[in-house]
T-cell receptor, first 114, second 115 residues
Framework: DSGVTQTPKHLITATGQRVTLRCSPR?????VYWYQQSLDQGLQFLIQ???????AKGNILERFSAQQFPDLHSELNLSSLELGDSALYFC?????????????FGPGTRLTVL | AQTVTQSQPEMSVQEAETVTLSCTYD???????LFWYKQPPSRQMILVIR??????QNATENRFSVNFQKAAKSFSLKISDSQLGDTAMYFC????????????FGGGTRVLVKP
């Protein structure tokens, strides 16, 4: 157990809908990362937050947004869902978001868009 | 942009034997970090081992060790005394500050340990 929690474990929804994925980092970690794992794109970095502020952005679609709250938990919002958004979404956390840190991953949320 | 390549999509090994997974990467940076993550059928991403580019000594973690060749931009993982629980996807990953501290992953190698 990495100490990073993600809810829900599974999510099934329809095209056009909106969902929210939640992540709680390890105790003491200030930085949160979101990654998407899909069959065709592999593992891709989406976005990073550090202590409530966005720090880095990757290949995140405009339909997707995220935030990190004062208690350091993070939410990834996916809207206008398409079939291609079906994937495993991971949250990872690290101490302070520097390149010297190791990122520890949560168990992931499996999103299925029908 | 940094890229990470794992040229072996799948490998099989007999229990108790040794298997080596290849990883190459491309970067113009001098300071960076390399990782191997394991993803078993449960889909959890588990850190296996980490290597700092400024360290010449290869990292080891119990039955897992790496062969880090900085000039060749190669970072292979050796699993010794393979166990059934080692069956998983293994991902090589690269990280550095210039790339925004994100992990850039290779495509993965599926390892099957046979009894």
């Amino acid at each position: 157990d990495s100490g990073v929690t993600q809810t829900p474990k599974h999510l099934i929804t329809a095209t056009g809908q909106r969902v929210t994925l939640r992540c709680s980092p390890r105790s003491g970690d200030l930085s949160v990362y979101w990654y998407q794992q899909s069959l065709d794109q592999g593992l891709q970095f989406l976005i990073q937050y550090y202590n409530g502020e966005e720090r880095a952005k990757g290949n995140i679609l405009e339909r997707f947004s995220a935030q990190q709250f004062p208690d350091l938990h993070s939410e990834l919002n996916l809207s206008s869902l398409e079939l291609g958004d079906s994937a495993l979404y991971f949250c990872a956390s690290s101490v302070d978001g520097r390149s010297t840190d190791t990122q520890y991953f949560g168990p992931g949320t499996r999103l299925t868009v029908l | 942009a940094q890229t990470v390549t794992q040229s072996q999509p799948e490998m099989s090994v007999q229990e108790a034997e040794t298997v080596t997974l290849s990883c190459t990467y491309d970067t113009s940076e001098n300071n960076y970090y390399l990782f191997w993550y394991k993803q078993p059928p449960s889909r959890q991403m588990i850190l296996v081992i980490r290597q700092e580019a400024y360290k010449q000594q290869n990292a080891t973690e119990n039955r897992f060790s790496v062969n880090f060749q900085k000039a060749a931009k190669s970072f292979s993982l050796k699993i010794s005394d393979s166990q059934l629980g080692d069956t998983a996807m293994y991902f090589c990953a690269f990280m550095n500050q210039a790339a925004g501290n994100k992990l850039t992953f290779g495509g993965g190698t599926r390892v099957l340990v046979k009894p």
